[in-house]
């Protein structure tokens, strides 16, 4: 069975930090790339940062310069560093397994619950 369990949201005043994870079971988590996503109410699913298997990051041009996402695969983990949080960033944040070939072997966790307000 494939879970993704996220973790480490919460209420941080503007400006702060937060640190996501993502502990994923089930799969080979190796071989997977894992992203970021975010969604907001009322707005469309947004991706915010990409780490590939080999290690390679790309970011939104929100997120850019303030967000880093990691990958531990000892630890079958991944990780969303948050700096620099502005309200605009408040959000359920979800992490997503895609598989390198099948897309019928994409995961997603249930997202967790960041919001950024004073």
């Given amino acids: ?11 941080v005043q503007p ?4 640190r996501l994870s993502c ?4 799969i080979i988590f190796s071989i997977y ?17 990409r780490i590939t298997s080999a290690g390679s990051t790309d970011y939104a041009a929100s997120v850019k310069g303030r967000f880093t996402i990691s990958r ?26 895609e598989h390198p070939t099948s897309r019928a072997r994409d995961y997603w966790g249930q997202g967790t619950q960041v919001t950024v307000s004073s």
């Fill in 72 to 97: 531990d695969n000892a630890k079958n983990t991944v990780y969303l560093q948050m700096i620099s949080l502005k309200p605009e960033d408040t959000a359920v944040y979800l992490c997503k397994a």
């Fill in 15 to 18: 400006g702060g930090s937060l």
């Fill in 33 to 49: 790339h894992m992203d970021w996503y975010r969604q907001a109410p009322g707005k469309q699913r947004e991706l915010v940062a």
């Fill in 23 to 26: 502990a994923a079971s089930g």
């Fill in 1 to 11: 069975q494939v879970q993704l369990v996220e973790s480490g949201g919460g209420l």
